[in-house]
């Protein structure tokens, strides 16, 4: 086998960068070296594999921490998250955890309050064991950015391959957003690598 080859890319674009390789890459074989422009880049290994295209990153811990202070605030009147972790520093990632089969689509964005209580991009999470032994779903909140909820995120999923590693090694995501799609990711020492795609206006309406 080779080795996997070098695309070039940011942590904004990752999900943009699977739609870009599974529209343009061949299907079989190892990806040839390309550059996707954009952000800061940084050298991102991708491979295809049983039909996928997956992305290699360096893997990124994150840190137990207990829920903070003022985070009904956050999400006033609905349930509340049971377990926090952080990852990276003061702008980097809250992982909020709610209750086992927990339905995200519950959770009411929060507002441009959350620049007072947090620099952190908001990461919502719930495993789902009645849906499947790796499932979980997720919602991504960063209105501090100018991000009310992203679509789908691969920067939010390394944080959640990290965070749930104590269950699972792999993971199958669906992300709670309006647009939806799916994430997958393969968790290793070092690295994690996650594939996932947006579902389009037509699937949606294919699925209707």
Request: proline letters at 8%; hydrophobic letters at 35%; glycine letters at 8%.
């Amino acid at each position: 086998m080779k080795p996997a080859q070098n695309a070039q890319s940011c942590g904004t674009q990752q999900g943009t960068m699977e739609h870009l390789f599974h529209a343009f890459m061949p299907t079989t074989g190892d990806v040839p070296a390309h550059q996707i422009p954009g952000g800061n880049p940084c050298l991102v290994k991708c491979r295809l594999r049983e039909g996928m295209t997956w992305l290699q990153f360096k893997r990124i811990n994150t840190e137990p921490c207990p829920l903070r202070a003022r985070l009904e605030a956050i999400f006033p009147d609905q349930p509340q998250a049971v377990k926090s972790a952080t990852s990276g520093p003061e702008r980097g990632y809250l992982a909020l955890q709610w209750p086992d089969d927990f339905d995200l689509k519950h959770i009411t964005p929060p507002d441009n309050g959350l620049s007072n209580w947090s620099q952190r991009a908001i990461i919502c999470t719930a495993a789902q064991p009645s849906t499947g032994t790796d499932a979980i779903t997720l919602r991504y909140f960063a209105s501090q950015y100018g991000v009310v909820e992203d679509t789908a995120t691969g920067s939010a999923m390394r944080v959640l391959a990290d965070y749930w590693s104590h269950r699972y090694a792999r993971l199958t995501a669906a992300p709670c957003s309006p647009v939806g799609g799916q994430l997958l990711s393969v968790l290793s020492p070092e690295h994690v690598e996650i594939d996932g795609r947006c579902m389009t206006a037509h699937t949606r309406a294919s699925n209707a």
